[in-house]
């Protein structure tokens, strides 16, 4: 049960676009498309904004998408808005029966 | 509306227990699986139990195998967390998520301290 990697820290000025990796192995991220990316301001509850490697929730801007190569999933973030700023999870099922879920150690956003 | 309330943190001494409850509501409670995934203070998100929709299927992470419990009364549509000879690295927010192969809805959390 070995976290995800992600970057600490990423930032961007507005306007410009800023992709976060998660890197995995062959059982978790490479295996299955069950690969999600969650949101968390400070004092919050996670929000999920990308499930199934690029697939968006209803009510999530077309600003946040998902992509997978490998054993390394990515988010990015386009158009930068000072919203975004916050800290970013990957995740993926994992597991015989993908019912467990192996988290990254997460990646602060700063818009500059 | 999809709502989930944790319930049960407080603080609490080293080797003591705690239950944490998490009510769902809004959504058809059977058919779905539910996780509970903690936060250290200051620290990243860990996944820590997940129960599946019919009970049949329950794991847990190394970090917690063998003190902790995951239950499910779905006649009150509510998850349980019974956590026994806590540590205080297990201080954190708890939070019940749901799960549909993505944690799409998740509690406010409860926050459990363990201190002597």
């Known amino acids: 049960q070995s976290a995800l990697t992600q970057p600490p820290s990423a930032s961007g000025s507005p306007g410009q676009s800023v992709t976060i990796s998660c890197t995995g192995t062959?059982?978790?991220?490479?295996?299955?498309?069950?690969v999600s990316w969650y949101q968390q301001n400070p004092g919050k509850a996670p929000k999920l904004m990308i499930y199934e490697v690029s697939k968006r929730p209803s009510g999530v801007p077309d600003r946040f998408s998902g992509s997978k190569s490998g054993n390394t999933a990515s988010l990015t973030v386009s158009g930068l808005q000072a919203e975004d700023e916050a800290d970013y999870y990957c995740s993926s099922h994992a597991g015989s029966n993908n019912f467990e879920v192996l988290f990254g150690g997460g990646t602060k956003l700063t818009v500059l | 509306q999809v709502q989930l309330v944790e319930s049960g943190g407080g603080v609490v001494q080293p080797g003591r227990s705690l239950r944490l409850s998490c009510a769902a509501s809004?959504?058809?409670?059977?058919?779905?699986?539910i996780h509970w995934v903690r936060q250290a203070p200051g620290k990243g998100l860990e996944w820590v139990a997940v129960i599946w929709y019919d009970g049949s299927y329950k794991y847990y992470a190394d970090s917690v195998k063998g003190r902790i419990s995951i239950s499910r009364d779905d006649s009150k549509n509510t998850v349980y967390l019974q956590m026994n000879s806590l540590r205080a690295e297990d201080t954190a927010v708890y939070f019940c998520v749901r799960d549909t192969y993505k944690l799409d809805y998740w509690g406010q959390g409860t926050l459990a301290t363990v201190s002597s």
């Open positions: 809004g959504f058809t409670f059977t058919i779905y699986g």
């Open positions: 062959s059982s978790d991220v490479g295996g299955y498309n069950y």
